[in-house]
């Protein structure tokens, strides 16, 4: 009998062990469960904000505005809560108070060092995007100060900015799964919103824990990287001296804003953008195998970083695509091309051959400009150039530019056109019309202008970098394949050689129409750009969720000063 009861106690024991087992295993299930549900569910699910220095038609003065509008609307589009935060600038009030009916919602206090600044906030919602503007005295025009001007002036408006984003976020109870900053007038966004003690803005660096901030480098190349050169110093050694009241103003640590022993040279904004933000992303996969290939003084930064995003910029395709139908098809576009340009009836048997951009050393001008006599010679006379495109008073290339667009105009009234005194508004007739469009860009992270010319059918005549070796294929006259004409070689023979093929192509009515079908085929919808991005920033929430749920270890800040949930940890 006592035998029997110690064995009856014995399996009851074993039973209650394999009864906790049990229940220890469905809670452990339970909470991976839950963990998976907060990860897939919880993705992007407080919505995303594009901190941007341009928007759209609210305020653009080249590509980038152009490329959040587009992004932003196409997101907004799949289902993701979406706010774009972006200055007002007074020298661009005509349009962005024509874009919409834009309502002053609320004030917020920003500190620019030791004063306080009040800006007020216009809103909007156009698209399911919501936008809210910035409106302040010190967002005068874009990029005021950039490229050696006043260091004081090139910084007030990204510290302005950033702060101003972060606060206005904070007062609307905003907690965003991810924080895109673009450009180095935003690069200060991460930097404050990481930051602790007394630098901490909108709430600190708690309130920002569950966010993922990602760096969208637009152009990282001189004079577009955010480096704000400081005054010149005296004597022979760098005196550290001018960087004081400037600290005073961004009140941010030397550390991540200068270079080991470069402190009274320079400030850079990408440095601390790198430093601080969870990842990074730039406009195409060509621009950032460039960047990362690079020697320049980023690339380390650059390369510490595991899975930096990239993917082509696209278009609303549907909607560009309606709008080129009101100009009647390319043959009527072209005439009414010709008209306006040479102020005659268009002859259609001559190719025309367009540019369409800003008139600047990026863009590889003086190429195409030194080539037009040699090109005129070469066709005999039957070719005209157009170069729509205006060229910055303050800027010396683009002096130089102009002057030689005037005297190729006088020498060629009925060959080549350009009007760079002034902003040319047909780019849509320009590239329904054009029988080739022209970038022989020095370098193009992007390149928006292809996709333009893509959507109207129109190929191209482009050089091989950046974003143009992703999305153009130079065409092969074996296979019929290939949407343009690309050449190696940044030089007058490269680009002269590629035009005289393009000529040869025209001339031959089969390759020359394979050449129209492959480039409209080859354009890009914003649709699959939007896919992308929401599917990498998934990756990267789902990331973060993670590291907070202690499955990884934690690991120490470089800086006591930033929280130690950031930069390249992030990017796996």
């Not at 101003?164 to 935003?186: Q, S």
């Not at 001189?222 to 103003?249: C, H, N, R, V």
């Not at 601390?272 to 969870?278: D, I, P, Q, V």
């Not at 056109?417 to 022989?440: K, Q, S």
């Amino acid at each position: 009998a006592a035998e029997v009861a110690r064995r009856r106690a014995s399996a009851d024991a074993k039973v209650e062990a394999v009864g906790r087992a049990v229940a220890g295993v469905a809670a452990a299930e339970a909470g991976w469960a839950a963990l998976c549900r907060q990860v897939t569910v919880g993705c992007c699910g407080g919505g995303i904000v594009f901190v941007t220095p341009e928007m759209g038609r609210w305020g653009s003065v080249g590509g980038l505005g152009g490329m959040v509008a587009n992004l932003s609307r196409a997101l907004a589009a799949r289902g993701l809560d979406v706010t774009v935060i972006a200055p007002a600038y007074r020298s661009l009030a005509s349009e962005w108070a024509d874009a919409s009916e834009l309502a002053a919602c609320r004030k917020v206090t920003v500190a620019l060092g030791r004063e306080r600044c009040a800006v007020e906030v216009l809103t909007d919602r156009h698209d399911k995007v919501r936008l809210l503007l910035l409106r302040s005295e010190h967002f005068a025009a874009p990029y005021k100060g950039r490229g050696g001007g006043d260091a004081w002036h090139a910084l007030v408006p990204a510290v302005l900015l950033a702060r101003g984003a972060l606060e206005l976020m904070r007062e609307l109870r905003m907690t965003p799964a991810a924080v895109i900053t673009n450009d180095w007038v935003a690069a200060l966004t991460a930097p404050y919103a990481r930051a602790r003690g007394g630098e901490a803005v909108g709430g600190g660096a708690e309130y920002w824990e569950r966010t993922a901030f990602v760096h969208l480098f637009h152009n990282l190349e001189p004079g577009y990287d955010g480096t704000i050169a400081l005054p010149a110093q005296k004597g022979e050694k760098y005196d550290p001296s001018p960087a004081e009241p400037l600290a005073a103003l961004h009140q941010l640590p030397s550390a991540l804003l200068h270079d080991e022993g470069q402190a009274g040279r320079a400030l850079s904004l990408s440095r601390a953008a790198l430093l601080a933000s969870n990842a990074w992303a730039t406009v195409s996969p060509g621009y950032r195998s460039q960047l990362l290939a690079s020697s320049a003084a980023f690339a380390p930064l650059l390369r510490t970083f595991r899975a930096p995003f990239a993917c082509a910029g696209g278009l609303p395709l549907a909607e560009l695509r309606e709008a080129l139908v009101t100009y009647g098809g390319h043959e009527v576009a072209k005439r009414e091309l010709q008209r306006r340009c040479f102020g005659e009836a268009g002859v259609l048997d001559v190719p025309l051959l367009c540019f369409l951009g800003r008139v600047c050393h990026q863009k590889g001008v003086h190429l195409l400009l030194d080539c037009v006599p040699a090109l005129l010679e070469h066709a005999g006379g039957r070719v005209q150039l157009l170069v729509c495109g205006q060229a910055d008073g303050g800027d010396a290339y683009g002096q130089r530019c102009a002057a030689q667009m005037r005297a190729l105009r006088h020498a060629h009234p009925r060959h080549f056109w350009a009007a760079p005194w002034r902003y040319f508004t047909d780019g849509a007739l320009a590239c329904a019309g054009a029988d080739y469009g022209l970038m022989p860009s020095a370098y193009e992270p992007c390149g928006l202008v292809r996709e333009e010319f893509f959507a109207a059918g129109t190929p191209l005549v482009c050089s091989d970098t950046g974003g143009l070796r992703d999305r153009v294929a130079n065409y092969v006259e074996a296979s019929g394949r290939g949407a343009g004409i690309v050449f190696g070689a940044h030089t007058h023979r490269s680009l002269l050689d590629a035009l005289q093929r393009a000529l040869r192509l025209y001339a031959d009515r089969d390759h020359y129409a394979a050449l129209r079908a492959n480039a409209h085929d080859a354009a890009c919808d914003v649709g699959e750009t939007a896919w992308r991005w929401e599917v990498e920033l998934h990756r990267l929430c789902a990331c973060l969720q993670l590291r907070q749920s202690d499955l990884l270890c934690g690991e120490e800040a470089i800086s006591p000063t930033i929280s130690p949930d950031f930069g390249r940890r992030l990017s796996m």
